[in-house]
């Protein structure tokens, strides 16, 4: 007798391979058996006639750290369809938290969502508190870069010594015992971005002592020099011996469409020598990321507070300003950046705005109105960058190197969560790959698309007995109607459930039955 079995379904393993007619027999957290069974075996029983039945989707690019606290059941990606979150990405974690240094860590992730309380200083600590609510999606988290830097250095530039990069070192490999899946880099952010090649070696010989790990990385340039950045990262692949994943590979700004195929060729090249480098890809032509990253690097060198305080000088003004044009030039236009989301009730009226918008509504030029709502924010702003081509996405997408990540979190559609104009990826993007990739373009058949949302993540981040249906792995599904899911949530009106998804099981328990949101939290944390 199975606790549950699920009958009639088209199986699509997560392998690849073509979908096949089968039962799955589900005994506690695991898929006991694949085969023909009577409903009789089953204690509860689920008919999956014209349902896809695959593995739960895996995300392996998330910021749902900053969020799963205040929304253990993860709605907005159990809808999705997505059973398992890797958060800690960017070079943003929750962890390391230095106390001494608290006052700037709340300044350096103020523009996420909610609040957090910051009750912990490791990994260790953070998993505490999920354990302590439970947790619908199952979990895991890298070593935030910005974090470690914050930790012991704070927003400096400066390059760090022989006892400052062991003392990030000691909090690396602390976090990385407790069970870290590895280190992220953000190297497009400050303060990560002031790192360079010996500090990133020093700390990905850190990561090589263990076993299962990697270094995953937000490039230092996704536009005019992506292909430096690629190489930069190519070199740490080489000299640490590690591999490497690209997040969110992508050529930025008009000028640049079409890099992303000599991206692609640059990590052939180098797997055809031995090293192991990935990438993942999210599903949308526009990117979402913090205020700050349009401004001069060299101008957050004291953080937030310490570029709000330039801005108040007008020599200083002027030159940030003329950054902002040149910046505003190369995305296309002003139109191309949108306010998502901010945190005072007063400039509420500018999210889902453009910067064009917002400027008439303001009376004054484009780089004044980011530059005014940057210091009435103090940076607490979330932006939507229109910076892409489709068939750069589309050609990410395809490549047998690429795996699907939203670089989203989870949100809700009422409460702390809801708040703003968020980008559309945190409520659609993995049903929008089936809808758009591989039922509308056919960039993608289905298996195909499947594999790239659930095996392929498991094997790069090393998470076993995941991403494939298999007997003895764990009962982590989606089922799904393959004419009818579909993504809802657009740019404009972002907060909006996916259809089309009717089962999701986490650890052999529902989450989502018919369509609706159980209460079960069966979510494991991985690693440790």
Known sequence: MFDILIRGGSIIDGTGKEAYRADLGISGDTIAAIGRFDASMGASVIDARGLIVSPGFIDPHTHSDFTILQDPSGESKIRQGVTTEVAGNCGYSVFPVNPERLSQ?????????????????????????????????????????????????????????????????????????????????????????????????????????????????????????????????????????????????????????????????????ANRKGLEITCDVYPYVAGNTLIGYLFPKEDLTEGTYGLVARLRQDSERRRIGDHLNATAAHMGGWENIRVASVKTAKNKVWEGKNLVEMARGKGCDEARALMELFEEEEGAVMVILFLMKEEDVEAVLRHPLSMVGSDGKILSVEGPLSEGMPHPRNFGAYPRVIARYVREKRTLTLPQAIQKMTSLAAKRFFITKRGEIREGFYADLTLFDPERIQDKATFDAPKQYPDGIEYVLVNGQLVLEKGKRTSARPGKILGC
């Not at 990697?214 to 690629?230: K, Q, S, Y």
Request: with cysteine.
């Open 105 to 269: 860590v709340k300044e350096y992730t103020d523009f996420f969502p909610g609040e957090l309380s910051w009750q912990w200083s490791d990994y260790e600590g953070f998993v505490k508190e999920l354990a302590a609510f439970g947790i619908a999606p199952n979990f895991a988290s890298h070593v935030g870069h910005g974090m470690l830097r914050l930790a012991v250095m704070g927003f400096s530039d400066e390059t760090p010594g022989t006892e400052k990069i062991e003392e990030m070192s000691r909090h690396l490999r602390t976090n990385l015992e407790q069970g870290a899946r590895g280190l992220s880099l953000g190297l497009a952010y400050a303060p990560g971005c002031y790192a360079r090649k010996e500090e990133l070696l020093a700390l990905g010989r850190v990561v090589k002592g263990f076993s299962n790990t990697l270094i995953t990385v937000h490039l230092r340039n996704e536009g005019d020099h992506l292909f430096e950045a690629v190489s930069e990262m190519l070199e740490v692949a080489e000299k640490t011996g590690l591999p490497v994943h690209l997040c969110h590979l992508k050529a930025s700004g008009l000028k640049n469409w079409g890099k992303v195929a000599r991206a692609l060729e640059m990590m052939e090249d």
